[in-house]
């Protein structure tokens, strides 16, 4: 099957679901989220069950002794449960019961490895039956049948190898739907190009084992599964934290469809900031790679006080002040960035998307912008620095960058590349976007590997001269002035001069004007009691 085939099949099954939702009266609630995810959860891993056992090894084996000695890549289901013999049951009068047996079972037979963990040691199911998510119990039986139906109307077979994250498209689709339900869906997605941009300028495609890749923020998993594919799935092991247990759990989805299970215990559901699940010891763990989105500005005022006494040092630049108005607008992605960089070992490296305004925030406006990026110089730990297109996100109209972070970096020189004028805007039904080409997203790479010099783009400068530059990470801060000479006789200089004069003494007589008028009508003011 094709991405193009794929993402075709996925947005019609998502039309039709939400076309059923909306009809038992779920349109745009999160209990029409949680059914549309939970289907698609169990698509994925009947479809890739079905897959593999069609194409075993051992034509004599049958389901059961597959499903018996399966390794953990393989969701286990039971064959009454598998979506073809559920669809054959579907007229009977307890298949409403039977389906929502078929996902209790699941979790069940799979809860050992599938289960999320938080921090606290306490796992949650896999799924859940899909009747507690209705609010009338005379519409189980349309739910059931409708489900049913709509599953066995697509095919997700032969896309299991893709190293994709198969859950993106599906919150990019949904996105715009669910901004204002508990919270923003946002923090699961990111598109596949960050991903790719970011794999393929981080790993240089020299062989490696055993290495480890890390994001504190991982959402459903984009970024750690472009560094797997290209370092390859059985060369590495993921580790993850993110505080939702949605993104979580589709995360642990996206790791069994992609051949990566042995890394599902190292997925942990949980707040990265107070409570930091990959420890080495009574210290961080370090880890070889780390990618991550983080968020970028959200209410973590409860969460001060405990990140002030945290014993693992993470906070060296500070922790952002909780504001008087709007605590939503607390720079969170600061606290993140500090947090990567402790948990990065002395060889490792990372690629961080950040808010642009990072990249030039002077001492006075943000003191703790300013610390993190002096750091990353003195130490000279910073690579270079990627200014996206405006509007290249789906899910914010920031304007975003990536910094590329290397603690075993040699030389003393930062390539700051300014891709901002990349991309072809586009109007979609969620506002005005800037899409990028393959052929895009591969120069954009290059120009980074290369380190190309381009005018008015991109600079390859001494960090030196950044400590002049107050440690502005903003190419802009060092393109070389340009001046212009244009060849004039005497008459025609004495012609511009005196074009020059006339006009600036129409302004200057305008500007008098307009001072008289306001000192009259400032005159003619008179106080009024009321």
């Not at 997605?189 to 991903?195: I, Q, V």
């Not at 560094?227 to 505080?243: E, F, H, P, W």
């Not at 961080?352 to 925030?361: E, Y």
């Not at 005497?490 to 003494?505: M, Y």
Request: glycine share 4%.
């Amino acid at each position: 099957m094709s991405i193009e085939e794929y993402l075709d099949n996925i947005k019609g099954m998502i039309d039709d679901l939400k076309a059923m939702t909306s009809d038992l009266g779920l349109n745009n609630t999160g209990d029409e989220y949680k059914i549309i995810s939970e289907l698609f959860t169990y698509k994925f891993l009947n479809d890739k069950l079905v897959q593999e056992f069609e194409n075993r090894e051992n034509k004599d084996e049958n389901y059961q002794e597959f499903i018996d000695f399966a390794d953990a890549d393989t969701a286990r289901i039971n064959e009454e449960y598998l979506l073809n013999n559920l669809f054959q049951r579907q007229n009977e009068p307890e298949f409403p019961a039977l389906f929502d047996q078929a996902f209790t079972d699941i979790s069940e037979l799979n809860k050992e490895i599938y289960s999320i963990e938080t921090t606290s040691g306490t796992r949650k199911p896999l799924l859940e039956p899909l009747s507690v998510f209705l609010r009338d119990e005379d519409k189980e039986a349309e739910l059931a049948k409708r489900s049913i139906n709509i599953l066995n109307k697509y095919t997700f077979i032969g896309i299991y190898s893709k190293g994709w994250d198969y859950f993106s498209t599906i919150f990019e689709y949904l996105i715009k739907d669910y901004n204002k339900d508990s919270g923003s869906y946002a923090e699961y997605y990111t598109p596949a190009f960050a991903g790719a941009i970011m794999a393929n300028i981080l790993y240089n495609d020299t062989p490696v084992d055993r290495v480890s890749v890390y994001d504190p923020a991982a959402g459903s998993g984009t970024l750690l599964l472009s560094m797997a594919n290209a370092i390859g799935v059985k060369n590495c092991t993921l580790y993850s934290q993110d505080r939702s247990q949605k993104s979580t759990q589709f995360l642990r989805i996206n790791l069994i469809l992609n051949n990566l299970a042995h890394s599902l215990a190292n997925v942990i559901e949980g707040n990265t900031m107070t409570k930091p699940s990959h420890l080495n010891g009574d210290k961080l763990k370090q880890f070889d790679f780390i990618v991550s989105n983080p968020p970028f500005n959200v209410d973590f005022s409860a969460d001060v006080a405990t990140m002030q006494t945290d014993p693992y040092g993470r906070f060296f630049a500070g922790i952002p002040n909780i504001p008087r108005v709007d605590k939503t607008d607390m720079a969170i992605y600061l606290t993140f960035l500090q947090h990567i960089m402790a948990s990065l070992s002395d060889k490792g490296k990372a690629a961080v998307v950040v808010p642009t305004g990072f990249l030039d925030k002077n001492k006075r406006a943000s003191k703790i912008a300013y610390s993190i990026r002096e750091r990353l110089i003195e130490n000279n730990w910073l690579v270079g620095t990627i200014s996206m297109p405006s509007n290249i996100f789906a899910t914010t109209g920031t304007n975003v960058s990536i910094l590329f972070i290397d603690k075993a970096k040699s030389d003393e020189r930062v390539f700051l590349f300014d891709a901002s004028r990349f991309g072809e805007k586009v109007s979609l039904s969620d506002g005005q976007r800037t899409l990028l080409s393959e052929e895009e997203i591969s120069r954009i790479i290059e120009i980074f590997k290369t380190k190309k010099e381009i005018e008015d783009t991109s600079v390859y400068i001494d960090k030196a001269v950044m400590k002049d530059k107050s440690y502005s990470f903003s190419s802009g801060q060092y393109y070389q002035a340009k001046m212009e000479y244009v060849e004039l006789s005497e008459d025609d200089f004495k012609n511009e001069i005196s074009a020059h004069k006339t006009k600036l003494s129409e302004y200057f007589k305008e500007g008098s004007s307009l001072q008289e008028q306001i000192l009259s009508g400032l005159g003619e003011l008179i106080y009024d009691e009321v």
